[in-house]
């Protein structure tokens, strides 16, 4: 589900919602929102007699997405059958069965929940625009095989474990030099700072 509305190319609002089914997991669905948020600076009365802005917006969002990538079975238990055996009555040996994984029907998604705040500004007719993001990402419920103790008989399982955040600022200055019909000269700068951190394990 997705909705948009504007009013006079001001302020703009944006919400979706999503619910995904994975098969890889005993509860399979998993619910996602999302919603964004801008405002057009230079469409306001006090900017337009300004005329070097052409463009200056203030944006926000946020939004949750999931991950499910496991194998299609690693809930279940399963079984593993050896191939020695014995042989009772001269017939063929057929080994033994045994439990070589342990279940977790309590697997479920990955969660990463993401806030942005950006400012974006054109100025002479937008030949130089500069943005500016700053972004936080925290992911939940890290799908991860995890160490069982030995006295399980196991020697690991997939869980939902750990916390971890990346969050950083980046900024990206755009320029138009030259622009004629013969000659174009346009000039890129980007510059990031992230920093990751391990928050539960």
Known sequence: TRW???????????????ADGSSKFKKPWGYFPAASFGWNM????????ISVISNSKIRASFGINGNDRVGNFDW????TQTPNGYSFNNGTPIGSVHVSAVENPDLKWEKTTSIDLGYELG?????IEFTVDLYRKTTRDLLLSAPLPPTSAFGSAFKNIGKLSNEGIEFTLNTINIQTKSFSWQSNFNIAFNRNKVLEL
């Open 76 to 79: 279940y238990a399963r079984l």
């Open 42 to 49: 230079h469409q306001e009365a006090f900017m337009k007699n």
């Open 123 to 127: 100025l002479f007719k937008n030949k």
């Open 4 to 18: 948009d509305y504007t009013y006079k190319s001001k302020y703009m609002l944006s919400g979706t919602f999503r």
